[in-house]
Protein backbone atom coordinates (compact mmCIF):
# COMPACT_ATOMS: atom_id res chain seq x y z
CA UNK A 1 0.00 0.00 0.00
CA UNK A 2 0.77 3.57 -0.43
CA UNK A 3 3.15 4.73 2.42
CA UNK A 4 0.74 8.52 2.80
CA UNK A 5 2.66 9.66 5.92
CA UNK A 6 5.92 9.52 4.53
CA UNK A 7 5.06 11.10 1.42
CA UNK A 8 3.64 14.09 3.49
CA UNK A 9 6.33 14.65 5.94
CA UNK A 10 9.19 14.46 2.96
CA UNK A 11 7.28 17.44 1.72
CA UNK A 12 6.35 19.20 4.87
CA UNK A 13 10.28 18.88 5.45
CA UNK A 14 10.71 20.89 1.82
CA UNK A 15 8.32 23.64 3.29
CA UNK A 16 9.76 23.74 6.59
CA UNK A 17 13.03 25.04 5.13
CA UNK A 18 11.64 26.84 2.41
CA UNK A 19 9.96 29.02 5.55
CA UNK A 20 12.82 28.97 7.81
CA UNK A 21 14.29 30.97 4.89
CA UNK A 22 11.40 33.45 5.03
CA UNK A 23 12.23 33.86 8.52
CA UNK A 24 15.18 34.39 8.74
CA UNK A 25 15.07 36.97 5.82
CA UNK A 26 12.42 39.04 7.75
CA UNK A 27 14.15 38.96 11.24
CA UNK A 28 13.11 37.50 14.26
CA UNK A 29 9.37 38.11 16.04
CA UNK A 30 8.95 38.63 19.30
CA UNK A 31 5.87 36.49 20.76
CA UNK A 32 4.34 36.85 23.94
CA UNK A 33 2.81 34.06 25.49
CA UNK A 34 -0.83 33.24 25.87
CA UNK A 35 -1.01 30.40 28.83
CA UNK A 36 -4.67 31.05 28.55
CA UNK A 37 -4.50 28.58 25.30
CA UNK A 38 -3.99 26.00 27.00
CA UNK A 39 -5.96 26.28 30.07
CA UNK A 40 -8.78 26.04 27.74
CA UNK A 41 -7.88 23.52 24.91
CA UNK A 42 -7.51 21.01 28.36
CA UNK A 43 -11.04 22.09 30.28
CA UNK A 44 -12.61 21.60 26.38
CA UNK A 45 -12.28 18.15 26.41
CA UNK A 46 -11.21 17.00 29.51
CA UNK A 47 -14.32 14.62 30.32
CA UNK A 48 -16.50 15.48 33.64
CA UNK A 49 -17.52 12.22 35.33
CA UNK A 50 -20.53 10.87 34.64
CA UNK A 51 -21.05 12.95 31.05
CA UNK A 52 -20.50 12.07 27.27
CA UNK A 53 -16.89 12.33 25.86
CA UNK A 54 -16.60 15.94 24.46
CA UNK A 55 -16.20 16.08 20.38
CA UNK A 56 -13.18 17.64 18.68
CA UNK A 57 -14.77 18.25 15.12
CA UNK A 58 -12.77 18.83 12.06
CA UNK A 59 -12.17 21.33 9.16
CA UNK A 60 -11.12 18.84 6.65
CA UNK A 61 -11.97 19.26 2.84
CA UNK A 62 -10.35 16.21 1.44
CA UNK A 63 -7.50 13.78 2.17
CA UNK A 64 -4.63 11.53 0.81
CA UNK A 65 -6.83 8.09 0.46
CA UNK A 66 -10.71 9.50 -0.01
CA UNK A 67 -9.95 12.28 -2.73
CA UNK A 68 -12.10 15.14 -2.05
CA UNK A 69 -14.74 15.25 1.02
CA UNK A 70 -16.56 18.23 0.55
CA UNK A 71 -16.33 20.55 -2.04
CA UNK A 72 -14.19 23.73 -1.40
CA UNK A 73 -15.44 27.06 -1.67
CA UNK A 74 -15.10 30.97 0.07
CA UNK A 75 -15.65 30.82 3.50
CA UNK A 76 -17.04 27.34 3.35
CA UNK A 77 -14.51 26.80 6.37
CA UNK A 78 -15.67 29.17 8.30
CA UNK A 79 -19.19 28.55 8.29
CA UNK A 80 -18.59 24.44 8.39
CA UNK A 81 -16.89 25.77 12.08
CA UNK A 82 -19.40 28.08 13.32
CA UNK A 83 -21.83 24.77 12.31
CA UNK A 84 -19.68 22.96 14.88
CA UNK A 85 -19.60 25.36 17.92
CA UNK A 86 -23.55 26.16 17.30
CA UNK A 87 -23.81 21.97 16.90
CA UNK A 88 -21.83 21.28 20.42
CA UNK A 89 -17.94 20.97 19.41
CA UNK A 90 -16.14 21.55 22.82
CA UNK A 91 -12.96 22.09 20.10
CA UNK A 92 -12.45 22.97 16.03
CA UNK A 93 -9.27 21.00 14.43
CA UNK A 94 -8.46 22.98 11.38
CA UNK A 95 -6.30 20.80 9.08
CA UNK A 96 -2.98 23.50 8.04
CA UNK A 97 -1.99 21.29 4.89
CA UNK A 98 -3.10 22.13 1.82
CA UNK A 99 -1.87 20.21 -0.90
CA UNK A 100 -2.61 16.76 1.00
CA UNK A 101 -5.96 18.14 2.37
CA UNK A 102 -7.10 21.27 0.98
CA UNK A 103 -6.25 23.33 4.08
CA UNK A 104 -4.11 26.23 5.18
CA UNK A 105 -2.77 28.18 7.89
CA UNK A 106 -4.92 31.21 6.68
CA UNK A 107 -8.28 29.28 7.27
CA UNK A 108 -6.60 28.55 10.87
CA UNK A 109 -6.69 32.08 11.30
CA UNK A 110 -9.87 32.76 10.07
CA UNK A 111 -11.96 29.95 12.22
CA UNK A 112 -9.71 31.02 15.19
CA UNK A 113 -10.90 34.40 14.92
CA UNK A 114 -14.63 33.33 14.28
CA UNK A 115 -15.30 30.55 17.01
CA UNK A 116 -15.38 31.19 20.72
CA UNK A 117 -14.20 27.69 21.44
CA UNK A 118 -10.61 26.45 21.18
CA UNK A 119 -8.65 25.42 17.95
CA UNK A 120 -6.79 22.69 17.42
CA UNK A 121 -3.72 23.34 14.63
CA UNK A 122 -3.17 19.93 12.88
CA UNK A 123 -0.51 20.64 10.59
CA UNK A 124 1.89 17.17 10.47
CA UNK A 125 4.31 19.76 12.62
CA UNK A 126 8.21 18.29 12.58
CA UNK A 127 10.02 21.90 13.03
CA UNK A 128 9.62 24.82 15.47
CA UNK A 129 9.21 27.39 12.67
CA UNK A 130 5.89 25.89 12.41
CA UNK A 131 4.90 26.08 15.99
CA UNK A 132 5.65 29.81 16.04
CA UNK A 133 3.16 29.77 12.83
CA UNK A 134 0.56 27.67 14.55
CA UNK A 135 0.98 30.33 17.55
CA UNK A 136 0.86 33.53 14.99
CA UNK A 137 -2.55 31.92 13.58
CA UNK A 138 -4.56 32.06 16.70
CA UNK A 139 -4.20 28.38 17.59
CA UNK A 140 -4.57 26.94 21.47
CA UNK A 141 -3.64 23.45 20.61
CA UNK A 142 -0.62 22.09 18.24
CA UNK A 143 -1.40 18.42 17.35
CA UNK A 144 2.23 16.58 17.38
CA UNK A 145 2.50 12.85 15.70
CA UNK A 146 4.54 10.43 17.96
CA UNK A 147 5.41 8.43 14.67
CA UNK A 148 6.71 11.43 13.04
CA UNK A 149 8.85 12.25 15.81
CA UNK A 150 12.07 10.91 17.97
CA UNK A 151 11.74 10.91 21.64
CA UNK A 152 14.39 14.16 21.84
CA UNK A 153 12.16 15.67 19.01
CA UNK A 154 9.48 15.37 20.65
CA UNK A 155 9.85 16.35 23.81
CA UNK A 156 11.55 19.73 22.44
CA UNK A 157 8.41 20.45 20.32
CA UNK A 158 6.00 20.17 23.45
CA UNK A 159 8.36 22.00 25.36
CA UNK A 160 8.09 24.44 22.60
CA UNK A 161 4.36 24.28 22.42
CA UNK A 162 4.36 24.80 25.87
CA UNK A 163 6.48 28.07 26.24
CA UNK A 164 3.93 29.57 24.11
CA UNK A 165 1.16 29.00 26.41
CA UNK A 166 -0.32 26.64 24.35
CA UNK A 167 -0.66 22.98 24.21
CA UNK A 168 0.45 20.04 22.09
CA UNK A 169 -1.91 16.73 21.43
CA UNK A 170 0.31 14.31 20.85
CA UNK A 171 -1.17 11.42 18.54
CA UNK A 172 -0.06 7.78 18.84
CA UNK A 173 -0.71 5.14 16.73
CA UNK A 174 -0.48 1.52 19.18
CA UNK A 175 0.43 1.04 22.65
CA UNK A 176 4.36 1.93 22.10
CA UNK A 177 3.26 5.22 20.78
CA UNK A 178 1.11 5.63 23.55
CA UNK A 179 3.87 4.88 26.25
CA UNK A 180 6.25 7.27 24.30
CA UNK A 181 3.70 10.29 24.30
CA UNK A 182 3.04 9.60 28.11
CA UNK A 183 6.95 9.31 28.64
CA UNK A 184 7.34 12.53 27.21
CA UNK A 185 5.06 14.32 29.72
CA UNK A 186 2.14 14.53 26.95
CA UNK A 187 -0.98 16.10 29.06
CA UNK A 188 -3.52 15.14 25.94
CA UNK A 189 -2.92 11.90 24.66
CA UNK A 190 -4.73 10.96 21.22
CA UNK A 191 -4.84 7.66 19.29
CA UNK A 192 -6.23 7.28 15.97
CA UNK A 193 -7.78 4.65 14.93
CA UNK A 194 -7.09 5.21 11.25
CA UNK A 195 -3.46 4.14 9.95
CA UNK A 196 -1.21 7.14 8.54
CA UNK A 197 0.84 5.25 6.62
CA UNK A 198 -2.34 2.95 5.02
CA UNK A 199 -5.42 5.09 6.03
CA UNK A 200 -6.77 1.85 7.44
CA UNK A 201 -9.22 2.09 10.37
CA UNK A 202 -9.25 -0.36 13.13
CA UNK A 203 -11.49 1.00 16.30
CA UNK A 204 -11.00 -1.89 18.85
CA UNK A 205 -7.40 -1.45 18.26
CA UNK A 206 -7.60 2.16 19.18
CA UNK A 207 -10.14 1.24 22.06
CA UNK A 208 -7.42 -0.94 23.55
CA UNK A 209 -4.60 1.71 23.30
CA UNK A 210 -6.68 4.51 24.48
CA UNK A 211 -7.20 2.29 27.81
CA UNK A 212 -3.12 2.18 28.34
CA UNK A 213 -3.64 6.19 29.01
CA UNK A 214 -2.95 7.07 32.52
CA UNK A 215 -6.10 8.82 34.36
CA UNK A 216 -4.76 11.95 34.57
CA UNK A 217 -3.96 12.34 31.24
CA UNK A 218 -6.99 13.80 28.89
CA UNK A 219 -7.75 10.57 25.65
CA UNK A 220 -9.15 11.36 22.35
CA UNK A 221 -10.05 8.78 20.45
CA UNK A 222 -9.36 10.32 16.48
CA UNK A 223 -11.41 8.84 13.63
CA UNK A 224 -13.77 6.23 12.90
CA UNK A 225 -17.10 7.89 14.50
CA UNK A 226 -19.67 7.82 12.35
CA UNK A 227 -22.91 6.80 13.87
CA UNK A 228 -24.29 7.42 17.32
CA UNK A 229 -23.52 3.47 17.90
CA UNK A 230 -19.97 4.55 17.12
CA UNK A 231 -20.20 6.95 19.59
CA UNK A 232 -21.87 4.95 22.46
CA UNK A 233 -19.00 2.33 21.66
CA UNK A 234 -16.10 5.07 22.21
CA UNK A 235 -18.06 6.73 25.48
CA UNK A 236 -18.51 3.47 27.25
CA UNK A 237 -14.30 3.17 27.36
CA UNK A 238 -11.50 5.57 28.61
CA UNK A 239 -11.81 8.43 26.12
CA UNK A 240 -12.46 12.11 27.28
CA UNK A 241 -13.07 13.14 24.07
CA UNK A 242 -13.35 12.26 20.41
CA UNK A 243 -11.98 13.51 17.06
CA UNK A 244 -15.09 13.37 14.38
CA UNK A 245 -14.04 14.53 10.84
CA UNK A 246 -15.11 12.97 7.91
CA UNK A 247 -18.30 11.69 9.27
CA UNK A 248 -19.25 14.96 9.54
CA UNK A 249 -17.69 17.08 6.63
CA UNK A 250 -19.63 14.59 4.13
CA UNK A 251 -22.71 15.67 5.35
CA UNK A 252 -24.98 19.02 3.75
CA UNK A 253 -24.77 20.82 7.20
CA UNK A 254 -22.10 19.10 9.20
CA UNK A 255 -23.54 21.34 12.11
CA UNK A 256 -26.59 20.04 12.52
CA UNK A 257 -25.18 16.35 11.31
CA UNK A 258 -22.79 16.95 14.36
CA UNK A 259 -26.43 18.00 16.74
CA UNK A 260 -28.04 15.47 15.35
CA UNK A 261 -25.75 13.15 16.50
CA UNK A 262 -25.22 13.83 19.83
CA UNK A 263 -29.09 14.11 20.37
CA UNK A 264 -29.10 10.58 19.33
CA UNK A 265 -26.21 9.72 21.76
Not at 14 to 40: D, I, K, L, Q, S
Not at 59 to 79: D, L, N
Not at 86 to 110: C, E, I, K, Q, T
Not at 200 to 221: G, L, T
Request: with cysteine.
Amino acid sequence: MTDYLSEILARKRRENTRRRRHVAAMGYAERAPAPERAERGIHALRRPEGQLPSVMAEVKFRSPSAGQIRPWAPGEGVRVALGYERGGAAVVSVLADGPGFGGSPLLVRRVAEAVEVPVLYKGFVLDEVQVDLAFDVGASLVLLLVRALSDSELGELIAKIRTLGMEPVVEAANAEEVDRAVAAGATIVGVNARDLGTFQVDKSAAQDCVSRIPPECVAVFMSGVRTAEDFREVARGRADAVLIGEGLMRADDPGARLAELLRAV
